[in-house]
Protein backbone atom coordinates (compact mmCIF):
# COMPACT_ATOMS: atom_id res chain seq x y z
CA UNK A 1 0.00 0.00 0.00
CA UNK A 2 1.55 3.35 -1.06
CA UNK A 3 2.13 5.68 1.88
CA UNK A 4 -0.62 7.56 2.96
CA UNK A 5 -3.31 5.60 0.83
CA UNK A 6 -5.95 4.90 3.76
CA UNK A 7 -5.70 8.47 5.02
CA UNK A 8 -6.80 9.54 1.17
CA UNK A 9 -9.59 6.94 1.40
CA UNK A 10 -11.22 7.72 5.01
CA UNK A 11 -10.09 11.00 5.30
CA UNK A 12 -10.88 13.58 2.50
CA UNK A 13 -9.44 16.03 1.24
CA UNK A 14 -6.52 15.39 2.73
CA UNK A 15 -2.62 14.77 2.30
CA UNK A 16 0.57 13.63 4.04
CA UNK A 17 3.95 14.60 3.91
CA UNK A 18 4.45 12.53 1.52
CA UNK A 19 2.88 13.60 -0.85
CA UNK A 20 4.90 16.87 -1.64
CA UNK A 21 4.85 16.79 -5.08
CA UNK A 22 1.29 16.68 -5.34
CA UNK A 23 -1.65 18.05 -3.55
CA UNK A 24 -5.01 17.22 -3.17
CA UNK A 25 -8.16 19.49 -3.07
CA UNK A 26 -11.82 18.88 -2.73
CA UNK A 27 -14.37 19.66 -5.57
CA UNK A 28 -18.01 19.45 -5.08
CA UNK A 29 -19.36 16.20 -5.35
CA UNK A 30 -16.57 14.86 -2.83
CA UNK A 31 -13.76 14.24 -6.03
CA UNK A 32 -10.47 14.83 -5.39
CA UNK A 33 -8.52 16.62 -7.81
CA UNK A 34 -4.60 17.05 -7.62
CA UNK A 35 -2.42 20.12 -8.59
CA UNK A 36 1.04 19.02 -9.33
CA UNK A 37 4.47 21.50 -9.15
CA UNK A 38 2.92 23.03 -12.77
CA UNK A 39 -0.04 24.86 -11.14
CA UNK A 40 1.47 26.08 -8.12
CA UNK A 41 4.42 27.42 -9.54
CA UNK A 42 1.84 28.85 -12.12
CA UNK A 43 0.08 30.35 -8.97
CA UNK A 44 2.98 31.31 -7.61
CA UNK A 45 4.03 33.36 -11.12
CA UNK A 46 0.37 34.43 -11.34
CA UNK A 47 0.75 36.33 -7.84
CA UNK A 48 4.30 37.55 -8.76
CA UNK A 49 2.89 38.64 -11.81
CA UNK A 50 0.00 40.67 -10.22
CA UNK A 51 2.41 42.27 -7.51
CA UNK A 52 4.53 43.53 -10.42
CA UNK A 53 1.25 44.78 -11.91
CA UNK A 54 0.58 46.54 -9.19
CA UNK A 55 3.95 47.79 -8.59
CA UNK A 56 4.19 49.34 -12.02
CA UNK A 57 0.57 50.81 -11.64
CA UNK A 58 1.72 52.51 -8.85
CA UNK A 59 4.91 53.92 -10.40
CA UNK A 60 2.78 54.65 -13.90
CA UNK A 61 -0.44 56.31 -12.07
CA UNK A 62 1.18 60.14 -11.13
CA UNK A 63 2.94 59.40 -14.88
CA UNK A 64 -0.22 59.03 -16.72
CA UNK A 65 -2.48 61.77 -14.75
CA UNK A 66 -1.46 64.31 -17.74
CA UNK A 67 -2.69 62.16 -20.15
CA UNK A 68 -6.14 61.04 -18.30
CA UNK A 69 -6.74 65.11 -18.15
CA UNK A 70 -6.47 65.16 -21.62
CA UNK A 71 -8.95 62.71 -22.37
CA UNK A 72 -11.45 62.45 -19.99
CA UNK A 73 -13.43 65.27 -20.83
CA UNK A 74 -13.75 69.19 -22.41
CA UNK A 75 -11.79 71.50 -20.19
CA UNK A 76 -12.53 75.68 -20.04
CA UNK A 77 -15.69 75.53 -22.44
CA UNK A 78 -16.60 78.81 -20.83
CA UNK A 79 -12.94 80.46 -20.90
CA UNK A 80 -12.68 79.65 -24.87
CA UNK A 81 -16.51 80.90 -25.82
CA UNK A 82 -15.62 83.65 -24.21
CA UNK A 83 -12.50 84.33 -25.74
CA UNK A 84 -14.31 83.90 -28.99
CA UNK A 85 -16.90 86.52 -28.35
CA UNK A 86 -14.27 89.31 -27.16
CA UNK A 87 -12.21 88.86 -30.51
CA UNK A 88 -15.46 89.30 -32.33
CA UNK A 89 -16.58 92.40 -30.45
CA UNK A 90 -12.71 93.87 -30.32
CA UNK A 91 -12.98 93.48 -33.77
CA UNK A 92 -16.32 94.78 -35.12
CA UNK A 93 -15.87 97.54 -32.60
CA UNK A 94 -12.70 98.83 -34.60
CA UNK A 95 -14.15 98.38 -37.48
CA UNK A 96 -17.22 100.42 -36.16
CA UNK A 97 -15.38 103.21 -35.37
CA UNK A 98 -13.25 103.25 -38.73
CA UNK A 99 -16.54 102.86 -41.09
CA UNK A 100 -15.83 107.21 -41.95
CA UNK A 101 -12.24 106.90 -42.26
CA UNK A 102 -11.92 102.72 -43.57
CA UNK A 103 -10.45 104.07 -47.10
CA UNK A 104 -7.93 106.34 -45.55
CA UNK A 105 -6.89 103.53 -43.04
CA UNK A 106 -7.83 100.47 -45.21
CA UNK A 107 -8.35 101.62 -48.49
CA UNK A 108 -6.32 100.89 -51.91
CA UNK A 109 -5.89 104.58 -51.92
CA UNK A 110 -5.88 105.08 -48.35
CA UNK A 111 -2.79 105.70 -46.55
CA UNK A 112 -0.35 103.24 -48.83
CA UNK A 113 -0.88 103.19 -52.34
CA UNK A 114 -1.57 100.06 -53.56
CA UNK A 115 1.97 99.61 -55.35
CA UNK A 116 3.33 99.92 -51.81
CA UNK A 117 0.79 97.16 -50.75
CA UNK A 118 1.49 94.96 -53.59
CA UNK A 119 4.77 95.23 -53.02
CA UNK A 120 5.01 94.46 -49.07
CA UNK A 121 2.75 91.52 -50.01
CA UNK A 122 5.14 90.39 -52.62
CA UNK A 123 8.41 90.97 -49.90
CA UNK A 124 7.09 90.88 -46.52
CA UNK A 125 4.72 87.64 -47.04
CA UNK A 126 1.74 90.54 -45.57
CA UNK A 127 -1.14 88.59 -47.75
CA UNK A 128 -4.36 90.13 -47.16
CA UNK A 129 -7.79 89.57 -48.90
CA UNK A 130 -8.42 93.65 -49.08
CA UNK A 131 -5.36 93.70 -51.70
CA UNK A 132 -8.05 92.02 -54.68
CA UNK A 133 -10.17 95.09 -54.01
CA UNK A 134 -9.10 97.23 -56.87
CA UNK A 135 -11.86 99.99 -56.07
CA UNK A 136 -13.39 101.14 -53.11
CA UNK A 137 -17.30 99.72 -54.08
CA UNK A 138 -15.35 96.32 -54.15
CA UNK A 139 -13.40 97.20 -50.73
CA UNK A 140 -16.75 98.43 -48.92
CA UNK A 141 -18.23 95.39 -50.48
CA UNK A 142 -14.83 93.25 -48.25
CA UNK A 143 -15.21 95.19 -45.24
CA UNK A 144 -19.31 94.82 -44.66
CA UNK A 145 -18.92 91.26 -45.34
CA UNK A 146 -16.24 91.48 -42.57
CA UNK A 147 -18.33 93.77 -40.40
CA UNK A 148 -21.01 90.41 -41.03
CA UNK A 149 -18.10 88.03 -40.01
CA UNK A 150 -16.84 89.30 -36.96
CA UNK A 151 -20.41 90.52 -35.87
CA UNK A 152 -21.88 86.26 -36.10
CA UNK A 153 -18.01 85.66 -34.78
CA UNK A 154 -19.36 87.72 -31.18
CA UNK A 155 -22.62 86.23 -30.94
CA UNK A 156 -21.01 82.01 -31.67
CA UNK A 157 -23.28 81.67 -34.72
CA UNK A 158 -21.46 79.63 -37.65
CA UNK A 159 -19.14 77.97 -36.14
CA UNK A 160 -15.09 76.63 -37.22
CA UNK A 161 -15.93 77.97 -40.58
CA UNK A 162 -17.03 81.11 -39.67
CA UNK A 163 -14.51 81.51 -37.02
CA UNK A 164 -11.89 80.80 -39.78
CA UNK A 165 -13.58 83.92 -41.89
CA UNK A 166 -12.80 85.52 -38.86
CA UNK A 167 -9.04 85.27 -38.46
CA UNK A 168 -8.84 85.76 -42.37
CA UNK A 169 -10.48 89.13 -42.14
CA UNK A 170 -8.56 90.75 -39.25
CA UNK A 171 -5.21 89.61 -40.51
CA UNK A 172 -6.11 91.07 -43.87
CA UNK A 173 -7.29 94.27 -42.10
CA UNK A 174 -4.01 94.67 -40.15
CA UNK A 175 -2.00 93.85 -42.79
CA UNK A 176 -3.42 96.85 -44.97
CA UNK A 177 -2.23 98.82 -41.86
CA UNK A 178 -0.49 97.52 -38.86
CA UNK A 179 -0.30 101.32 -37.23
CA UNK A 180 -3.41 100.43 -35.76
CA UNK A 181 -2.74 97.43 -34.02
CA UNK A 182 -1.95 97.84 -30.29
CA UNK A 183 -0.61 94.26 -29.24
CA UNK A 184 -4.05 92.45 -29.07
CA UNK A 185 -3.44 91.56 -32.92
CA UNK A 186 -0.30 89.65 -32.43
CA UNK A 187 -2.19 87.64 -29.52
CA UNK A 188 -5.22 87.59 -31.71
CA UNK A 189 -3.16 85.73 -34.67
CA UNK A 190 -1.69 83.28 -32.53
CA UNK A 191 -4.40 81.93 -30.40
CA UNK A 192 -7.23 82.19 -32.88
CA UNK A 193 -5.37 79.39 -34.26
CA UNK A 194 -5.72 77.40 -31.08
CA UNK A 195 -9.74 78.23 -30.89
CA UNK A 196 -10.28 76.54 -33.96
CA UNK A 197 -9.07 73.38 -31.93
CA UNK A 198 -11.84 73.96 -29.28
CA UNK A 199 -15.45 73.99 -28.74
CA UNK A 200 -15.53 77.51 -28.36
CA UNK A 201 -19.19 78.19 -29.77
CA UNK A 202 -20.93 75.93 -27.05
CA UNK A 203 -21.18 79.11 -24.71
CA UNK A 204 -21.70 82.90 -25.00
CA UNK A 205 -23.69 81.93 -28.16
CA UNK A 206 -27.08 83.11 -28.70
CA UNK A 207 -28.40 79.73 -29.75
CA UNK A 208 -30.58 77.92 -27.26
CA UNK A 209 -28.24 75.36 -25.45
CA UNK A 210 -29.68 72.40 -27.32
CA UNK A 211 -29.18 74.17 -30.98
CA UNK A 212 -25.70 75.38 -29.81
CA UNK A 213 -24.46 71.54 -29.13
CA UNK A 214 -25.65 70.36 -32.27
CA UNK A 215 -23.38 67.85 -33.86
CA UNK A 216 -21.63 68.50 -36.90
CA UNK A 217 -20.93 66.74 -40.32
CA UNK A 218 -17.49 66.25 -39.23
CA UNK A 219 -18.46 64.93 -35.68
CA UNK A 220 -19.83 61.86 -37.69
CA UNK A 221 -16.26 60.90 -38.93
CA UNK A 222 -14.28 61.99 -36.15
CA UNK A 223 -14.34 59.72 -33.02
CA UNK A 224 -15.11 61.07 -29.67
CA UNK A 225 -11.80 61.00 -28.25
CA UNK A 226 -9.71 62.75 -30.66
CA UNK A 227 -12.80 65.70 -30.24
CA UNK A 228 -12.08 65.91 -26.72
CA UNK A 229 -8.27 65.38 -27.44
CA UNK A 230 -8.19 68.41 -29.76
CA UNK A 231 -10.40 70.20 -27.46
CA UNK A 232 -7.83 70.22 -24.82
CA UNK A 233 -4.91 70.23 -26.39
CA UNK A 234 -6.19 73.47 -28.03
CA UNK A 235 -7.12 75.12 -24.11
CA UNK A 236 -3.53 74.08 -23.25
CA UNK A 237 -1.83 75.75 -25.99
CA UNK A 238 -3.65 79.21 -24.97
CA UNK A 239 -2.20 78.47 -21.71
CA UNK A 240 1.01 78.07 -21.94
CA UNK A 241 0.77 81.60 -24.82
CA UNK A 242 -0.49 83.61 -21.59
CA UNK A 243 2.37 82.49 -19.40
CA UNK A 244 5.03 83.24 -22.47
CA UNK A 245 3.84 86.39 -22.13
CA UNK A 246 3.47 86.90 -18.91
CA UNK A 247 6.99 85.58 -18.00
CA UNK A 248 9.00 87.52 -20.96
CA UNK A 249 7.01 90.86 -20.26
CA UNK A 250 8.07 90.76 -16.56
CA UNK A 251 11.22 89.40 -17.53
CA UNK A 252 11.67 92.99 -20.01
CA UNK A 253 10.52 94.71 -17.17
CA UNK A 254 12.69 93.62 -14.59
CA UNK A 255 15.41 95.23 -17.08
CA UNK A 256 13.94 98.50 -17.48
CA UNK A 257 15.45 101.42 -14.81
CA UNK A 258 11.64 102.98 -14.16
CA UNK A 259 10.21 99.38 -13.00
CA UNK A 260 12.90 98.40 -10.88
CA UNK A 261 12.78 102.38 -9.41
CA UNK A 262 9.33 101.86 -9.28
CA UNK A 263 8.23 104.75 -11.25
CA UNK A 264 7.04 103.49 -14.08
CA UNK A 265 3.56 103.58 -13.84
CA UNK A 266 3.43 107.01 -12.50
CA UNK A 267 5.76 108.31 -16.04
CA UNK A 268 3.15 106.19 -18.26
CA UNK A 269 0.24 107.73 -16.48
CA UNK A 270 1.58 111.07 -16.86
CA UNK A 271 2.36 110.68 -20.85
CA UNK A 272 -0.09 112.86 -22.94
CA UNK A 273 -0.62 110.69 -25.49
CA UNK A 274 -2.38 108.28 -23.11
CA UNK A 275 -3.91 110.62 -20.85
CA UNK A 276 -7.24 110.47 -19.20
CA UNK A 277 -8.95 113.15 -17.69
CA UNK A 278 -9.47 112.98 -14.05
CA UNK A 279 -6.41 111.12 -13.39
CA UNK A 280 -4.55 113.90 -12.13
CA UNK A 281 -5.19 112.98 -8.26
CA UNK A 282 -3.01 109.86 -8.68
CA UNK A 283 0.12 111.65 -9.29
CA UNK A 284 0.18 113.28 -5.90
CA UNK A 285 0.10 109.75 -4.06
CA UNK A 286 3.74 108.48 -5.32
CA UNK A 287 3.70 105.28 -2.41
CA UNK A 288 0.72 103.38 -4.09
CA UNK A 289 2.15 104.15 -8.31
CA UNK A 290 5.34 102.44 -6.97
CA UNK A 291 3.70 99.41 -4.71
CA UNK A 292 1.33 98.85 -7.71
CA UNK A 293 4.59 99.32 -10.15
CA UNK A 294 6.79 96.40 -8.25
CA UNK A 295 2.88 94.12 -7.63
CA UNK A 296 2.72 94.39 -11.16
CA UNK A 297 6.31 93.11 -12.25
CA UNK A 298 5.89 90.60 -9.32
CA UNK A 299 2.83 88.50 -10.56
CA UNK A 300 3.96 88.61 -14.16
CA UNK A 301 7.25 86.83 -13.28
CA UNK A 302 5.68 84.14 -11.36
CA UNK A 303 2.60 83.61 -12.85
CA UNK A 304 3.24 80.79 -14.44
CA UNK A 305 4.21 78.95 -10.86
CA UNK A 306 1.28 80.99 -9.36
CA UNK A 307 -1.63 79.64 -12.04
CA UNK A 308 -0.15 75.65 -10.66
CA UNK A 309 -1.40 76.53 -7.22
CA UNK A 310 -5.45 76.70 -6.43
CA UNK A 311 -5.15 78.93 -3.72
CA UNK A 312 -3.00 81.47 -5.85
CA UNK A 313 -4.20 80.76 -8.96
CA UNK A 314 -7.66 83.39 -8.13
CA UNK A 315 -5.75 86.09 -7.01
CA UNK A 316 -3.09 86.12 -9.50
CA UNK A 317 -5.65 86.19 -12.28
CA UNK A 318 -7.41 88.89 -10.88
CA UNK A 319 -4.57 90.50 -10.23
CA UNK A 320 -3.38 90.60 -14.02
CA UNK A 321 -7.79 91.15 -15.07
CA UNK A 322 -7.27 94.61 -12.82
CA UNK A 323 -3.92 95.66 -14.60
CA UNK A 324 -5.48 94.71 -18.07
CA UNK A 325 -8.60 96.97 -16.86
CA UNK A 326 -6.52 99.43 -16.05
CA UNK A 327 -4.40 99.89 -19.36
CA UNK A 328 -7.61 99.54 -21.19
CA UNK A 329 -9.62 102.23 -19.61
CA UNK A 330 -6.72 104.69 -18.48
CA UNK A 331 -3.87 103.82 -21.52
CA UNK A 332 -6.25 103.74 -24.31
CA UNK A 333 -5.26 100.17 -24.94
CA UNK A 334 -8.77 98.78 -25.33
CA UNK A 335 -8.33 95.68 -27.60
CA UNK A 336 -5.02 94.60 -25.89
CA UNK A 337 -6.75 95.00 -22.31
CA UNK A 338 -9.30 92.99 -23.07
CA UNK A 339 -8.16 90.38 -25.51
CA UNK A 340 -6.01 90.20 -22.47
CA UNK A 341 -8.26 89.99 -19.66
CA UNK A 342 -10.09 87.72 -22.20
CA UNK A 343 -7.26 85.20 -21.90
CA UNK A 344 -7.01 85.30 -17.99
CA UNK A 345 -10.34 83.44 -17.80
CA UNK A 346 -8.93 80.36 -19.36
CA UNK A 347 -7.42 79.43 -16.07
CA UNK A 348 -10.66 80.34 -14.40
CA UNK A 349 -13.50 78.99 -16.45
CA UNK A 350 -14.93 76.91 -13.77
CA UNK A 351 -15.40 80.62 -12.04
CA UNK A 352 -16.36 82.32 -14.89
CA UNK A 353 -18.97 79.84 -15.86
CA UNK A 354 -20.77 80.03 -12.02
CA UNK A 355 -20.87 83.52 -12.54
CA UNK A 356 -22.81 84.12 -15.44
CA UNK A 357 -25.06 81.11 -14.64
CA UNK A 358 -25.93 83.41 -11.55
CA UNK A 359 -26.13 86.62 -13.97
CA UNK A 360 -28.51 84.12 -16.02
CA UNK A 361 -30.40 82.48 -13.81
CA UNK A 362 -29.41 79.13 -16.07
CA UNK A 363 -27.64 76.18 -14.76
CA UNK A 364 -25.22 74.29 -17.47
CA UNK A 365 -24.55 71.65 -14.93
CA UNK A 366 -23.82 68.11 -16.62
CA UNK A 367 -25.89 65.61 -15.20
CA UNK A 368 -26.38 62.01 -16.10
CA UNK A 369 -29.82 60.62 -17.76
CA UNK A 370 -29.86 57.80 -15.72
CA UNK A 371 -33.73 58.18 -13.78
CA UNK A 372 -32.02 56.97 -10.63
CA UNK A 373 -29.57 59.38 -10.65
CA UNK A 374 -29.53 62.59 -8.65
CA UNK A 375 -30.60 65.38 -10.53
CA UNK A 376 -28.48 67.95 -8.87
CA UNK A 377 -24.85 67.39 -9.35
CA UNK A 378 -22.24 68.92 -6.51
CA UNK A 379 -19.41 71.15 -8.65
CA UNK A 380 -16.30 70.70 -7.21
CA UNK A 381 -13.08 72.77 -8.13
CA UNK A 382 -9.78 70.24 -9.03
CA UNK A 383 -6.33 71.59 -8.38
CA UNK A 384 -5.42 72.09 -11.66
CA UNK A 385 -5.29 75.17 -13.13
CA UNK A 386 -7.37 74.06 -16.03
CA UNK A 387 -9.65 71.21 -14.37
CA UNK A 388 -12.75 71.12 -12.00
CA UNK A 389 -14.98 67.73 -12.23
CA UNK A 390 -18.43 67.51 -11.08
CA UNK A 391 -19.30 64.74 -9.15
CA UNK A 392 -23.51 64.00 -8.35
CA UNK A 393 -24.65 63.57 -5.36
CA UNK A 394 -24.90 59.68 -3.91
CA UNK A 395 -28.60 58.57 -4.56
CA UNK A 396 -30.34 56.30 -2.08
CA UNK A 397 -29.23 52.58 -1.85
CA UNK A 398 -33.04 51.56 -2.87
CA UNK A 399 -32.04 53.52 -6.32
CA UNK A 400 -28.53 51.65 -6.29
CA UNK A 401 -30.77 48.33 -5.82
CA UNK A 402 -33.51 49.25 -8.69
CA UNK A 403 -30.66 51.04 -10.93
CA UNK A 404 -28.89 47.49 -10.55
CA UNK A 405 -31.71 45.36 -11.40
CA UNK A 406 -32.03 46.92 -14.86
CA UNK A 407 -28.40 45.89 -15.53
CA UNK A 408 -27.01 49.42 -16.71
CA UNK A 409 -26.84 52.85 -16.23
CA UNK A 410 -25.72 55.65 -18.00
CA UNK A 411 -22.85 58.21 -17.38
CA UNK A 412 -21.23 60.99 -19.32
CA UNK A 413 -17.98 62.59 -19.92
CA UNK A 414 -16.98 65.15 -16.91
CA UNK A 415 -16.91 68.81 -18.83
CA UNK A 416 -15.30 71.96 -16.85
CA UNK A 417 -18.58 73.91 -16.70
CA UNK A 418 -21.61 73.04 -18.78
CA UNK A 419 -23.01 70.04 -21.02
CA UNK A 420 -21.88 68.80 -24.41
CA UNK A 421 -23.84 66.90 -26.77
CA UNK A 422 -23.65 63.65 -28.06
CA UNK A 423 -24.24 60.08 -26.88
CA UNK A 424 -22.96 59.20 -23.06
CA UNK A 425 -20.72 56.17 -22.44
CA UNK A 426 -23.36 52.94 -20.61
CA UNK A 427 -21.28 52.03 -16.78
CA UNK A 428 -22.82 48.74 -15.98
CA UNK A 429 -23.90 48.88 -12.03
CA UNK A 430 -22.69 45.79 -9.96
CA UNK A 431 -25.18 43.30 -9.28
CA UNK A 432 -27.25 43.22 -5.82
CA UNK A 433 -25.11 41.35 -3.10
CA UNK A 434 -21.89 42.37 -4.42
CA UNK A 435 -19.17 43.38 -2.19
CA UNK A 436 -17.52 46.08 -4.98
CA UNK A 437 -18.44 49.41 -3.90
CA UNK A 438 -21.35 50.80 -5.94
CA UNK A 439 -20.36 53.74 -8.29
CA UNK A 440 -21.27 57.32 -6.48
Not at 200 to 227: E, H, M, Q, Y
Amino acid sequence: MRPGSWIRRHVKGCSTPFESATSSTTIPGGRSARTGPRKARSRRSIRSGSMRTDSVQRLSAPMLQPLNWVLEGYHAVAAVGFIRAVYGLTTLGLMLTSWPDRHLFFGPRGLLSSTELKDQWTNEDAWSVLNLASTPLVFDVFYLVFMAVALLTMLGLGGRPVLLLHYTGTWSLFSQNSLLGDGGDNLMYICGIFLLLTRCFDRFTVLPAKNSRRTSVLSRWIPGWASILAHNTGVLLIAVQICIVYFIAGSFKMQGEMWTSGTALYYVLRNPEYHLPGMELLFYFAFPSVIATYITVISQVFFPVLVLFQRTRVAAVILMMVFHLGIAVMMGLTSFGLIMLACDTIFVSHHLATLIDKITGRSHARTATDPHTSPSPEVTANAHPLKTTITPTPEPITNRIAASQESVGTSVHESTDQPLGGPTEPKAFPPVGDNRKAPA
